[in-house]
């Protein structure tokens, strides 16, 4: 195996253990779906929204932790990219090169979709050429917005220029972007779970984690509409902290 770039001993050693295992597993089920993930470079929040037409996509996308970065796996969606994108982001490997070691060995990468963000606000991504058609990407200082099995190209447009447009906390300019590529078309097959993830140091429940809101619809008619609503339903019970 070729030599990991920018990794310590111990980001090498996770990595051959991922490849282990993943020539062990079976090919997984595609998951055509849209996310965002996102920084607010203001207040340092990291946060995914994602949206698919498979039950529990909240379970499979969407991985971040504060301060390191965020990670959405979608399309043949690798589960391991999640933890071990992070592993790689501690260490300080950027977004580009966070992706060229999780799909170097991987056969089959061609029927991946990354998105991943660092806690620095640098971004990338990537879409196999094997991806369901209309499937592609953007990426930005601060976000990367990636989907598969769209109505159009228009879908991820309208989730950028809604993110960019949106104003207040990350978590609205999330569902903003994901109603946002709904309206456009979204997933060509139509819609059936949701979710949204925002992390901060300290901000989770009791202050004793940094998962702020970790919001999932795993089955409905519309998830963005229900996710809209529950994440006021949160906001009522656990006010937003304090700054600090």
């Not at 369901?132 to 989907?147: F, M």
Request: charged fraction near 20%.
């Amino acid at each position: 195996m070729p030599r990991l770039p920018y990794a310590s001993p111990k980001t090498a050693i996770v990595c051959c253990l991922w490849l282990f295992v993943q020539v062990l597993a079976a090919d997984p089920p595609t998951v055509s779906t849209f996310s965002i993930i996102a920084l607010d470079p203001t207040t340092g929040e990291l946060g995914i929204a994602v949206q698919s037409k498979v039950t529990a996509v909240g379970a499979i996308v969407p991985w971040a932790h504060a301060g390191v970065g965020a990670v959405a796996t979608q399309a043949a969606a690798n589960v391991q990219f999640g933890p071990l994108g992070l592993v790689l982001l501690r260490e300080k490997v950027t977004p580009e090169s966070c992706i060229e070691v999780l799909l170097r060995e991987d056969p089959l990468k061609e029927a991946r979709q990354l998105g991943v963000l660092a806690a620095n606000g640098q971004s990338a991504a990537f879409t196999g050429s094997d991806c369901l058609d209309h499937a592609g990407h953007r990426t930005g200082e601060n976000y990367a917005i990636q989907g598969n099995l769209l109505a159009g190209p228009e879908v991820l447009d309208a989730m950028e220029e809604a993110f960019q447009a949106t104003t207040g906390e990350l978590a609205d300019r999330l569902i903003a972007a994901l109603q946002a590529g709904q309206t456009a078309g979204g997933d060509r097959r139509g819609q059936q779970s949701a979710a949204l993830l925002v992390v901060r140091d300290g901000w989770g429940y009791g202050g004793l984690n940094d998962r702020y809101i970790d919001l999932r619809i795993d089955d409905h008619l519309t998830p963005i509409d229900e996710l809209a609503r529950i994440l006021e339903v949160q906001r009522a019970l656990f006010p937003r902290p304090v700054q600090r």
